[in-house]
């Protein structure tokens, strides 16, 4: 079950790019391409050619149109049939399109009614094109359902853990038992702590303290901003958020479930650490191999979660514990949007 009438992230931008500007995504069970216009205009549209069904991913831009490459049929951005060859009037015949936008360097998609397609809707990110504040960026596959990535991204108790020789160091702060506020928003679950005496990366002897907070909005958006301040901060800050002071380090990520269908999921994610001079950023930037190896063990360990779920009866209790207070509440948050559909 997805939810349809809600902006998915297909891919970042630049992979439209790298891709010669027609790009195949399967969202939500649903086969689609996305493409360029020798104009720049950015389009998405049911990647299914109504004559054979081939898909139109595999097809040429000529203009404004995009050819079909198995026997030549050609559609306008609204979908419509322009031409066939051998018929002096193309066939009455067009694919379903979606509402696609560029922001915050993604490409959104909206799955659901187009007259619903609000962009006040999409989630405030970071965007990775800011030279100033660099980021790392990719995108993986999981052979899993997506709401297993939500609860993994709705608990981050498991960093101490799953992540102990490579997000844990680099964080320097104890997840597991540091027990998040969290707060339900419109569209949104938002997580918030602070870690006290942290160790500071790279330099033990150093204590900081450093706040961490996140929201995980519908329908799989992780946008977080993590800072590294002199130890006694939080205090002085009754332990809310710090705004207006300095910090020595920032950290920010933004990360997309996207499910491709009820047994994979797509992944795409961005991570970056900002000091707070440009030699420091540049010193940061060498950690960044380690913070990336990390979405790989989430991988590794929630395909192993999906296997052993494959295998067992529906009837089987699971526990429910502190740590999962978060993805409780994302998951009735996904179930009352779906219902509302
Ligand atoms: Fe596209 Fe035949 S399948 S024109």
């Known amino acids: ?68 490459m198995y026997h030549g049929m050609t559609f306008n951005a609204d979908g419509r049939c322009q031409s066939m060859p051998l018929l002096d009037t193309p066939p009455n015949v067009a694919v379903r399109t979606y509402p696609v936008v560029e922001k915050y360097d993604w490409l959104w998609i909206w799955m659901g009614d187009a007259c619903k397609a609000d962009q006040s809707l999409i989630p405030a990110a970071h965007g990775i094109s800011n030279p100033g504040r660099p980021m790392r960026h990719n995108s993986i596959e999981y052979e899993a359902h997506y709401q297993l990535v939500h609860d993994n991204l709705c608990d981050l108790s498991h960093v101490d853990f799953l992540h102990a020789t490579t997000l844990q160091p680099a964080t320097g702060a104890n997840w597991s038992e540091t027990a998040p506020r969290i707060q339900s928003k419109d569209r949104a679950v938002r997580f918030e702590r602070w870690f006290e005496e942290a160790q500071l990366p790279g330099d033990p002897t150093q204590r900081v303290d450093v706040w961490n907070s996140y929201e995980f909005a519908v329908p799989g958006i992780f946008i977080m901003y993590g800072a590294r301040f002199p130890a006694g901060t939080a205090r002085a800050c009754n332990r809310k958020e710090p705004v207006g002071i300095a910090p020595i380090v920032e950290n920010i990520e933004q990360q997309a479930v996207t499910p491709i269908s009820a047994t994979h999921t797509a992944y795409h994610y961005a991570t970056g650490l900002v000091g707070s001079t440009d030699e420091m950023t540049a010193r940061l930037a060498q950690r960044m191999d380690v913070i990336m190896a990390a979405f790989v063990e989430d991988r590794d360990m929630i395909e192993a979660q999906q296997r052993i779920w494959n295998l067992t009866p529906a009837n089987k209790k699971t526990l429910f514990l502190p740590q999962d207070k978060g993805p409780f509440m994302m998951r009735r948050m996904m179930e009352k949007f779906i219902a509302s559909e």
């Open 1 to 68: 079950m997805f939810l349809r009438e809600s902006w998915y992230v297909a891919a970042w931008g630049v992979d439209l790019a790298e891709a010669g500007g027609i790009l195949a995504k399967t969202i939500a069970g649903e086969p689609i391409v996305i493409w360029r216009d020798a104009d720049g205009g950015l389009h998405a549209m049911e990647d299914r050619c109504p004559h054979r069904h081939a898909p139109l991913s595999r097809g040429r831009v000529e203009g404004n149109r995009l050819r079909c």
